[in-house]
T-cell receptor
Framework: DAGVTQSPTHLIKTRGQQVTLRCSPI?????VSWYQQVLGQGPQFIFQ???????GRGNFPDRFSARQFPNYSSELNVNALLLGDSALYLC?????????????FGPGTRLTVL | GDSVTQMEGPVTLSEEAFLTINCTYT??????LFWYVQYPGEGLQLLLK?????DKGSNKGFEATYRKETTSFHLEKGSVQVSDSAVYFC?????????????FGQGTILTVHP
């Protein structure tokens, strides 16, 4: 079975632009979470979506938004990009939304903001 | 808020050496604890987990015991291999929340030489 997939693999943008990152969860998983991993640090939680609704949000500005589609895939949008948004963006899927559900991570999208 | 602190790295060992990576946490309630591993160019993989005090998680020769009295979850392996070279992250999931937010430590780079 396919794991969590993310696209694109790499992305280069300039300051002020907008970006959309995509994630397809493991088949049967209804929850998708997004994390930001800045180089040399651990991942930081951005959002969790379950059954197409936002269930949790981390300490990120309103420039970050996301949505989940009926097929449970998800998009993360970042507006007005800043240099500090350069990071590896990880998507994780799980069967349910609770903290006891194991999260499976995708390979990530590497975003570089120039 | 919740936090995870890992020993500073990087850690460099010779093959067959004993490995310990320290991890301590701060959390309200009764968190679940995890070790994730990240190989170069890949996403995070769950290595092992423990969901309650005194539980021992184990996988691929790695072990960690959930110590509530010392709020620790140290990772150990008796004999490391070159293939164990990777970045290791300690993480917790707060059982008090209704969603599966993971809080990660900063990661420890492990390099094993032949």
């Amino acid at each position: 079975d396919a794991g969590v997939t993310q696209s694109p693999t790499h992305l280069i943008k300039t300051r002020g632009q907008q970006v959309t990152l995509r994630c397809s969860p493991i088949s049967g998983h209804k929850s998708v979470s997004w994390y930001q991993q800045v180089l040399g640090q651990g991942p930081q939680f951005i959002f969790q979506y379950y059954e197409k609704e936002e269930r949790g949000r981390g300490n990120f500005p309103d420039r970050f938004s996301a949505r989940q589609f009926p097929n449970y895939s998800s998009e993360l949008n970042v507006n007005a990009l800043l240099l500090g948004d350069s990071a590896l963006y990880l998507c994780a899927s799980s069967l349910g939304q609770g903290s006891y559900n194991e999260q499976f991570f995708g390979p990530g999208t590497r975003l570089t903001v120039l | 808020g919740d936090s995870v602190t890992q020993m500073e790295g990087p850690v460099t060992l010779s093959e067959e050496a004993f490995l310990t990576i320290n991890c301590t946490y701060t959390a309200t309630g009764y968190p679940s604890l995890f070790w994730y591993v990240q190989y170069p160019g890949e996403g995070l993989q769950l290595l092992l987990k423990a969901t309650k005090a005194d539980d021992k998680g184990s996988n691929k020769g790695f072990e960690a015991t959930y110590r509530k009295e010392t709020t620790s979850f140290h990772l150990e392996k008796g004999s490391v291999q070159v293939s164990d070279s990777a970045v290791y992250f300690c993480a917790l999931s707060d059982g008090g929340t209704s969603y599966g937010k993971l809080t990660f430590g900063q990661g420890t780079i492990l390099t094993v030489h032949p």
